[in-house]
């Protein structure tokens, strides 16, 4: 046998016992007479021990092992006389009697540790050393388990998994798409899923029931944020339910991944409608570690001079505030920090209103020209200021003062450690709006996507007051990430057919675009409903990681390239012709 144990298995119980591992070098130490070398494998770090009296060549040559060399030692278990409670075979050594080299390395580009000193990039060009190292280890081993507790709980449940094709016709997640161009019909072009949204619904009109995926989607976003050209869904679909059987069936199953995947009991999920995420909390996925609402001021202020308040509230707009607990000492240079933050052109406020309640118990402010100390202390009340408070108040458009507050409120709580790092906060945000209008264009655009069932006793709204539609849409919020969406679907083609055209889709662009599936609903298409949940996010957040690169075993670099097998890549002029493609 190549090895009979594995470097992370043998504990105290094993002494004696002759056994053959293999693994990689990660260190030589030499002490006096002594050579340890910490042998590691997927499963762990095993300590081999030799010993320059009892056999000095073998020892010699331990001693020019390098870095990640990949050897096959055989020898005793024993005793450590030195034990190191930090790992699980600290108790044991292995006395080696002699080792083979299986492969030589050259010396690393970065250090193979947690800790490690190779830049991001490097390391991605790297991955295949970078995934030895034992945390990016552990959060695939993490990953597998959590896709494992998935399928164990759906096949429970009756879902089966069902594949789908990649080489696709477009699919509306209103991201663009990646295209594949045809050979055999030159000017043709394939186009990647965004998701099996439409075929996992005709899915559902073939009778499969329940239906689920682990599934990879490709959208060409630009690369803002923390997004990934290629990412994985969980991609589920059921008929014959209502939102309620969703709600219950997925909080089921998230609540069994948390436990076989972490030991973690989650309590129910709450549930919150998308106007209140807004209202108290300026965001459609807001993390309720924490409290700090949202307090909204326009029929509570008192009557002053104090334009800016009058002005939003004249134009429609609102003021609003937060009470950051316990910050009330800010120093000027902290309470300037605030208000750049809500000045950054994404957020775009003109500035920010603060109330101080000093320990003290006076009440400072940067309104106190307009406000008199009872008028403050008014204020307050409204946010249950207690001494020590600060309170921070935003006037503007709605949508703005929500954003900047909804910002701040998280910022703030980083900043004051206002949660424990360890809790969850898991809910459901539902009942989003169908349609919104675009800021730029100021057309009708789909919400979630243009298959999502609107609210019956919202309809009446279609055609007067759009916007004003609720549809049957929900998301997992978890720590403040949306880590699936879903909704009831449509499945008459008369309601189909109204909401392409309120789109502004002409019959013959729905013809070309979605006919297909159209012309299943003519069959008898169940009702159903379905959600999927982004897999990778979700394991960043199970595994401590910041970006959705840390949960993926080879991401894109920021950029959107692969570092490490140098893609996109310029392709040869003759695969271009034989593709009909001609490069501008
Ligand atoms: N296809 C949707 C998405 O990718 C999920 C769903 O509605 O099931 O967001």
Not at 29 to 36: D, P
Not at 440 to 451: A, K, N, R, S
Not at 463 to 483: C, H
Request: charged residues 30%; contains cysteine.
């Amino acid at each position: 046998m190549f090895r009979t144990k594995n470097c992370g298995e043998l504990r105290l119980n094993h002494k004696g016992e002759e056994v053959t591992l293999a693994g990689w070098v990660q260190r030589v130490r030499n002490i006096g007479h002594l050579v340890f070398i910490d042998l590691r494998d997927r499963y762990g770090i095993t300590q081999l021990s030799f010993d320059q009296n009892s056999n000095k060549e073998l020892c010699e040559s331990a001693t020019k092992l390098g870095r990640e060399y990949v050897i096959q030692v055989k020898g005793n278990v024993r005793e450590r006389s030195a034990k190191n409670a930090n790992i699980p075979t600290g108790e044991i050594e292995i006395d080696v009697h002699n080792f083979v080299i299986l492969n030589e390395s050259e010396t690393p580009p970065f250090t193979i540790e947690n800790n490690t000193d190779g830049s991001e990039e490097l390391r991605l060009k790297y991955r295949y050393l970078d995934i030895r190292r034992p945390h990016l280890k552990d959060t695939l081993i993490t990953r597998a388990k959590m896709i494992k507790a998935m399928r164990e709980y759906l096949d429970e449940q009756g879902f089966i998994e069902i594949e789908t094709p990649n080489l696709i016709k477009s699919t509306p997640e209103g991201a663009r798409d990646f295209l594949v161009p045809s050979r055999l019909q030159h000017g043709s072009f394939y186009a990647l899923p965004q998701s099996p949204q439409i075929l996992k619904q005709l899915l559902m009109v073939a009778g499969m029931d329940r239906y689920y995926q682990v599934v990879k989607c490709y959208r060409d976003e630009d690369f803002r944020g923390d997004r990934q050209p290629e990412f994985t869904q969980l991609d589920c679909e059921m008929s014959f339910v209502e939102q309620e059987d969703i709600f219950q069936n997925f909080e089921g199953m998230t609540k069994h991944v948390f436990k076989q995947a972490k030991g973690i009991e989650l309590a129910d999920f709450p549930r919150i409608t998308f106007a209140d995420a807004m209202k108290y909390y300026g965001s459609d996925k807001p993390d309720l570690r924490f409290d700090c609402k949202i307090v909204e001021l326009n029929a509570v202020l008192p009557k002053t001079d104090f334009a800016v308040f009058n002005n939003a509230i004249e134009n429609g707009g609102l003021v609003a505030g937060i009470n950051a607990k316990k910050c009330a000492n800010y120093t000027r240079k902290q309470l300037d920090e605030i208000t750049e933050f809500v000045k950054a052109t994404h957020r775009g406020l003109g500035g920010i209103v603060n109330i101080r309640f000093a320990e003290d118990g006076t009440v400072k402010s940067s309104i106190d020209k307009f406000f008199n100390e009872e008028q403050l202390r008014e204020i307050g009340q409204q946010f249950n200021a207690e001494k020590g408070d600060l309170i921070l108040i935003a006037a503007d458009k709605i949508s703005k003062v929500r954003k900047s507050l909804g910002d701040l409120r998280l910022d703030l709580a980083k900043k004051e450690n206002w949660f424990d790092k360890d809790a969850w906060s898991v809910l459901w945000v539902i009942d989003f709006p169908l349609f919104e209008k675009d800021e730029e264009t100021g057309d009708i655009i789909f919400v979630h996507h243009p298959f999502c069932s609107p609210h019956p006793e919202d309809l009446q709204y279609f055609d007067s007051d759009p916007t004003r539609v609720r549809a049957q849409t929900y998301d997992l919020v978890m720590n403040g990430n949306e880590i699936l969406s879903g909704s009831i679907r449509i499945h008459q083609k008369d309601l189909q057919d109204r909401v392409f055209a309120k789109l502004g889709l002409t019959p013959e662009e729905v013809d070309a675009k979605f006919g297909f599936m159209l012309n299943a609903f003519r069959y008898g298409a169940p009702p159903h409903g379905g959600c999927a949940f982004g897999l990778d996010r979700w394991v960043m957040l199970m595994t401590g990681g910041e970006t959705i690169r840390d949960a993926m075993a080879f991401p894109k670099a920021s950029s959107g390239k692969d570092l490490m097998m140098d893609a996109p890549a310029v392709v040869d002029v003759k695969q271009l012709v034989e593709l009909g493609i001609k490069t501008i």
